[in-house]
């Protein structure tokens, strides 16, 4: 159980906690391009909500 | 997790492109965030691309048993590993440079004292003492029987309040 009102927990949890962040639009845009390509390589994933009966 | 976080997740196992932007913007930092504690951050984004790919092409299996922030937090992981693997790397080579130089003498030991465990031990310290995950959706992400999770991380922190 993590405990915050220990103090080694609380430098813990300071030390790996994320920081608040604005989110980046240059890597939102890489996804795009990322899934773009990977749907071109790879013939059946453009398909990849067939199965479920999902629209595309 | 947002409200309209469902509705998200449906419209972009649709197909919903935009839906799915709208969930990158919403967890890419968290999950960047944990892959450069695990793997440093330059193998960091190019997991999180890797992971985000993979959970697009995967989201028209995805039922919702777990959070979609475990879901994809548990994608990058093994990602993050396939990438290691693949790079045949076996240094890590984190953030400690940037937060060594932050304030305070017990700090910079306790950033020394997290480099030092393997990425399994890292992966479950930083999920569930900085993104509070609990125990068994750390299990979860990390794919460990929840008794190897709980010892590991019993282990880590005590190995990092000695070196603190």
Known sequence: MIDHDDPF?????????????VPDTGFTARIGTAITEAERSAPGAAARCAGSGARR | MHDDEAALVARAAGGDRRAFAVLVARHQGRLRHFLARVVGTHAADD???DAFVKAWLALGRYRGEAGFGAWLAGIGWRAALDLRRRAGETAWHAERDEVAEGPGAARVELERALAAPTETERAALVLTHGHGWSHSETAAILGLPLGTLKSLDAADTHQSEMAA
């Open chain 1, 9 to 21: 927990d609380a430098l813990l949890a300071e030390a790996l906690s994320p920081p608040a962040r």
């Open chain 2, 47 to 49: 997991a999180a691309q």
